[in-house]
């Protein structure tokens, strides 16, 4: 056995890695890739944002609240007429119609407030009395049949249809497609 211990021998030493290049000619390469690539990044974020800011955006005009409430009626007509909706929802939609372009032309919120509640807002407000009296009438029509369940003829339909309309027409801001031109130049 004593020759078996003679065999085993110790571990070498550590032994330094031979440095061709001193430390700062790798802090050098280092730091240009990192500026390559924040250079590159860069110019990659840069051209993104000129193509999507050369893309050509089309924004579709605004109708006009007088045009969107005339649609809006018409097409609530013609559900009444083919019986698709109830007298009921017919009412509901023509107080929902006024109330949404009461609120876009005169900048006053109506569809959250109750007919009581938009009397009282719109008492003291610079919309002529005629208007005023106008529009709270025809929510109170509407009201009589929503929540009295009050019953509607045809011809009730049809005449707080065209007061709705008559509304419209005398408060729009646009002149209507049935407007004579000549008549309004001369006002």
């Given at each position: 056995?004593?020759?078996?211990?003679?065999?085993?021998?110790?571990?070498?030493?550590?032994?330094?890695?031979?440095?061709?290049?001193?430390?700062?000619?790798?802090?050098?390469a280092?730091?240009?890739?990192?500026?390559?690539?924040?250079?590159?990044?860069?110019?990659?974020?840069?051209?993104?944002?000129l193509?999507?800011?050369?893309?050509?955006?089309?924004?579709?005009p605004?109708?006009?609240?007088?045009?969107?409430?005339?649609?809006?009626?018409k097409?609530?007509?013609?559900?009444?007429?083919?019986?698709?909706?109830?007298?009921?929802?017919?009412?509901?939609g023509?107080?929902?119609?006024?109330?949404?372009?009461?609120?876009?032309?005169?900048?006053?919120?109506?569809?959250?407030?109750?007919?009581?509640?938009?009397?009282?807002?719109?008492?003291?407000?610079?919309?002529?009395?005629?208007?005023?009296?106008?529009?709270?009438?025809?929510?109170?029509?509407?009201?009589?049949?929503?929540?009295?369940?009050?019953?509607?003829?045809?011809?009730?339909?049809?005449?707080?249809?065209?007061?709705?309309?008559?509304?419209?027409?005398?408060?729009?801001?646009?002149?209507?497609?049935?407007?004579?031109?000549?008549?309004?130049?001369?006002?």
């Amino acid at each position: 056995m004593p020759n078996a211990a003679l065999d085993i021998r110790d571990i070498k030493p550590l032994v330094a890695i031979p440095s061709d290049l001193p430390i700062t000619i790798i802090i050098i390469a280092i730091a240009t890739l990192l500026l390559a690539g924040v250079i590159i990044w860069w110019w990659l974020h840069k051209r993104q944002k000129l193509q999507s800011f050369n893309k050509i955006k089309t924004v579709a005009p605004i109708e006009p609240p007088e045009i969107i409430a005339r649609s809006a009626l018409k097409d609530l007509d013609e559900k009444l007429k083919n019986s698709i909706i109830s007298i009921q929802q017919y009412f509901y939609g023509i107080s929902l119609i006024l109330r949404t372009y009461f609120e876009a032309v005169f900048k006053l919120n109506t569809t959250d407030l109750t007919t009581y509640e938009i009397s009282i807002k719109i008492e003291n407000s610079a919309i002529a009395k005629e208007h005023r009296q106008d529009f709270l009438s025809i929510l109170s029509m509407a009201d009589a049949v929503k929540f009295a369940k009050a019953p509607a003829t045809d011809k009730e339909c049809s005449n707080i249809l065209r007061l709705a309309q008559a509304f419209i027409t005398m408060t729009s801001t646009t002149i209507s497609p049935t407007t004579d031109l000549s008549q309004s130049a001369e006002k």
